[in-house]
């Protein structure tokens, strides 16, 4: 099983950016199809954002599309988040995941159930 680990969070204004980034350790990363959830309090845990085992196939969420930028770095093991004018709604911890079931072309499912790994998240907090 893979290990994953988040970092980048912070407090930022509205309008604001940050840099999630997420590094796994114990499996090939390659071998995994990434994604990025968050969960905001008394929320439950949302899609964010998904990206291929190549990289070369993306999908996000309606409410972050044009605004978040998934990427992923094969040779560091890392895969990051780019998020941009952000919004107080989008306030949550954001986690990393990993899936193991698709080919290299094929995003993951939009649900937590499609992701075999988490990591622990980063809180991400925008003030108004």
């Known amino acids: 099983q893979v290990q994953l680990v988040e970092s980048g969070g912070g407090l930022v204004q509205a309008g604001g950016s940050l840099s999630l980034s997420c590094a796994a350790s114990?499996?090939?990363?390659?071998?995994?199809?990434m994604g990025w959830f968050r969960q905001a309090p008394g929320k439950e845990r949302e899609f964010v954002a998904a990206?291929?085992?190549?990289?070369?196939?993306?999908a996000y969420a309606d409410s972050v599309k044009g605004r978040f930028t998934i990427s992923r770095d094969n040779a560091k093991n890392t895969v990051y988040l780019q998020i941009n004018s952000l919004k107080p709604e989008d306030t949550a911890v954001y986690y990393c995941?990993?899936?193991?079931?698709?080919?290299?072309?094929?995003?993951?499912?939009?649900?937590?159930?499609?992701?075999?790994?988490w990591g622990q998240g980063t809180q991400v907090t925008v003030s108004s």
């Open positions: 990206i291929s085992r190549g990289g070369l196939s993306t």
């Open positions: 114990g499996r090939t990363f390659s071998r995994y199809a």
């Open positions: 995941a990993a899936d193991d079931s698709r080919n290299y072309y094929s995003v993951p499912g939009r649900q937590p159930a499609d992701f075999g790994s």
